[in-house]
T-cell receptor, first 113, second 114 residues
Framework: NAGVTQTPKFQVLKTGQSMTLQCAQD?????MYWYRQDPGMGLRLIYY???????DKGEVPNGYNVSRLNKREFSLRLESAAPSQTSVYFC????????????FGPGTRLTVT | AQTVTQSQPEMSVQEAETVTLSCTYD???????LFWYKQPPSRQMILVIR??????QNATENRFSVNFQKAAKSFSLKISDSQLGDAAMYFC???????????FGTGTSLTVIP
């Protein structure tokens, strides 16, 4: 039981490049989330998926797109990376959108130069 | 909008001693949840403790307990018998019962001194 896994762990992009962050959970959770963590700002929600087939914007969605590929997987895409997107990205899941515990992945450190 | 404030960017405690981390939040809701998450150097966020706002009794998990003051909108975390493994960033978080979003504070970095 791996919990929530994220790939890659580290990534460096040039401005304008695109990439997809992958997230998978093996806990049969319905809901999944993408956060970014910046110094002095805590975690901010980018997008979430309450259940398979649905996605919704969070607090800071601009510049990102998401895909809930199936119940297990929830990817985050940067179409044209900008230096402002340099951050640590966390994926999380919970059994249900109303159930309070969120389980987090180990994070992806992304640097955009 | 809901906000969560952690006014202590850094705290330190001697091993085996007790430390309290502060958290306040702003909400007009009456039904919500509060959480403390721990983020060690490995970066993985770990749920430490949660509190349902409708419960008057303070939550406790082993050496971790909270002091929930609903009227004051305060939710502090007490760590007793501090251990070296407690060193981490600690985040306070809020979730409205009817909402989908968690709101996190900016974190408190806890150092445990041997």
């Amino acid at each position: 039981n791996a919990g929530v896994t994220q790939t890659p762990k580290f990534q460096v992009l040039k401005t304008g490049q695109s990439m997809t962050l992958q997230c998978a959970q093996d806990m049969n959770h319905n809901s999944m989330y993408w956060y970014r963590q910046d110094p002095g700002m805590g975690l901010r929600l980018i997008y979430y998926s309450a259940s398979e087939g649905t996605t919704d914007k969070g607090e800071v969605p601009n510049g990102y797109n998401v895909s809930r590929l199936n119940k297990r997987e929830f990817s985050l895409r940067l179409e044209s990376a900008a230096p402002s997107q340099t951050s640590v990205y966390f994926c999380a899941s919970s059994r249900d959108i109303k159930i309070y515990e969120q389980y987090f992945g180990p994070g992806t450190r992304l640097t955009v130069t | 909008a809901q906000t969560v404030t952690q006014s202590q960017p850094e705290m330190s405690v001697q091993e085996a001693e007790t430390v309290t981390l502060s958290c306040t939040y702003d909400t007009s809701e009456s039904d919500y949840y509060l959480f403390w998450y721990k983020q060690p150097p490995s970066r993985q966020m770990i749920l430490v403790i949660r509190q349902e706002a409708y419960k008057q009794q303070n939550a406790t998990e082993n050496r971790f307990s909270v002091n929930f003051q609903k009227a004051a909108k305060s939710f502090s975390l007490k760590i007793s018998d501090s251990q070296l493994g407690d060193a981490a960033m600690y985040f306070c978080a809020y979730k409205r019962n009817t909402g989908n979003q968690f709101y996190f504070g900016t974190g408190t970095s806890l150092t445990v001194i041997p």
